[in-house]
């Protein structure tokens, strides 16, 4: 499969998770291992831009496909609209939900450039924040939604 633009190869037994892949065989720790069972979005990934829970899938079944993880949404030198409007706001708390929340929003953003509020809720809903910080992760993805496409977010 292709993750974060880069080929990856890996020979796994068939009950082995996308998540397990990423996290145990490519070092990508980013996507969390929450609830082991799709309900907390602690694992969501893009899976040929579309959201999926990474401990939900099998790696075999994402063979040949794009994977999105957080690592490939920004860094230390550059971050996304979305992590950049989270610095600036405190939208996150422990972050254990962040990477799955960040991806999240960014599926909808590519649709949804400008989301209402309830469609951002809607958004979410896979997604649990266990520190229960909603209201500054919405209001940072709307703040993320009125920065210009392709900055790194800097006030
Ligand atoms: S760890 Fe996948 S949904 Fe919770
Ligand atoms: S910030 Fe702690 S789980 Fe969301």
Redesign the pocket.
Known sequence: MTVNGQVRRAEVPAETTLLSVLREAWGLTGSKLGCDVGDCGACTVLVDDLSVNACLLLAVQVDGREVLTIEGMGGFDYLHPIQAAFERLSS???????PGIVISAKALIDKNPHPTEQEIREALAGNL???T?YTKIIEGIAEACRAPVGTDGSA
């Open positions: 996150i708390q422990c972050g254990f939900c962040a924040c266990r520190c910080g």
